[in-house]
């Protein structure tokens, strides 16, 4: 593995553009886009102040720069470095932008979230929408960028809007049968829309494209449900992950449980173990093997319990999950044996991990000076060259 001279960057501002040809990174208030291959400088741009978010349009032409201090987003053109947009949504304020799937449309979500603002770059027309919900995750697009799903809050009551993007009319708008409404995600095939409840009711929803409900469901009650959601690429599964500790895989056809995976202190399994010592010596530990926990604290707030982080390889065939009560440990779920393959052991608590979008390999990062990949073929551990710690990190 090579390894580029170490780069500026602010707010941890480092972007790949889609098409895998460019780097962006944002120092303060410049931005700097470089060629992958050679990482020449390609253009510097200054922008009005420092930088709190940054994307790529989905063609790889255009960089915005959103300050939300300031409530303004700078729009830059690859192809026109003279070229450049500005929008300044002005006293009612800037919490988040985001490009449209076509990438010649801006949403503004504005403070208290009053509405989402709707700013083309083709015509400089503007739309608004009003009512979108403070939730973790209220704004969705379908993959094939058609069609964009929006959670709202209006008279105490929970609703999804769905948006036409080529024009933003509305084609759907029906009520959800929520109590807190959190969140909205498309199937990759842009087929099923699931919705599901805050954390307090434990409610998973189904919907299709025209409003309908397909399904619903709800593992338990009297608990802390819902923690993180995730859709296998081919669209056949989706994993929920709860604050009980299990993973629960629903299947496309009935939207019934499949199974579910626990994530159980103890490994018995000798082909389920890879931890920070066979990372460096490829030496099984002795069985059984104690996954370290965490006990959570209950007095605090947010405590660290439950499935934080789930995400599919991009082939499908395996799953991996982040138990908070296992801080140091990455699972690795089989998804044709359907039970677990590894168990990555760290020695620190593991901040982020990511998937390769070409085969499945994994590649995870704990804070220290080392990257770490899991493969089907085994694991592997590299020595970043560098003064400093890895807080996150991208595939190209």
Known sequence: MNFSEVFKQSNQLCKVSPDGKYLATCVQYRLVVRDVNTLQILQLYTCLDQVASMEWSSDSLFILCAMYKRGLVQVWSLEQPDWHCKIDEGSIGLVSSR??????????????????????????????????KACQKGMDFSADGRY???????????????????????????????QDLAG????????????????????MLLYSLDGRLLSTYSAYEWSLGIKSVA?????????????????????????????????HPTITNSKA??????????????????????KPDPDRAN???????????????????????????????????LGPTAVLEQTAPVRF???????????????NTKLYLWSPAGCVSVKVPVEGKRQHLAYS
Request: proline share 6%.
């Open 184 to 203: 909205v995600e498309w199937s990759p095939n842009g087929c099923v829309l699931a919705a599901w409840d805050s954390c307090l009711e434990y409610k």
């Open 231 to 263: 859709w296998s690429p081919s669209s056949q599964f989706l994993a929920i992950g709860s604050y009980d500790e299990k993973v629960r895989i629903l299947n496309h056809i009935t939207w019934k449980k499949l199974t579910e995976f626990e994530h």
């Open 353 to 367: 991990f990511a998937w390769d979008p070409r085969r499945p390999r994994l590649a995870l990062c704990t804070g």
């Open 148 to 178: 964009m799903a929006l959670a709202e809050r209006r008279d105490c009551k929970d609703y999804i809007s769905v948006f036409v993007c080529d024009d933003w009319h509305l084609l759907r708008h029906f009520e959800t049968d929520t």
């Open 303 to 337: 405590p660290k319990i439950g499935i934080s982080a789930i995400a599919f390889s991009v082939d499908n065939r395996y799953l991996a999950t982040k138990n908070d009560c296992m801080p140091q440990s990455v699972w690795v779920w089989d998804m044709q044996r």
């Open 273 to 294: 173990v890879a931890s920070h010592r066979c990372l460096v010596s490829d030496e099984i530990p002795p069985l059984p093997v104690q996954v370290p926990v965490v």
């Open 99 to 132: 490009w449209s799937p076509d990438g010649r449309h801006i949403l503004n979500t504005t403070e208290f979230h009053l509405r989402v603002t709707v700013w083309s770059l083709c015509n400089k027309s503007v739309s608004y929408i009003k009512y979108p």
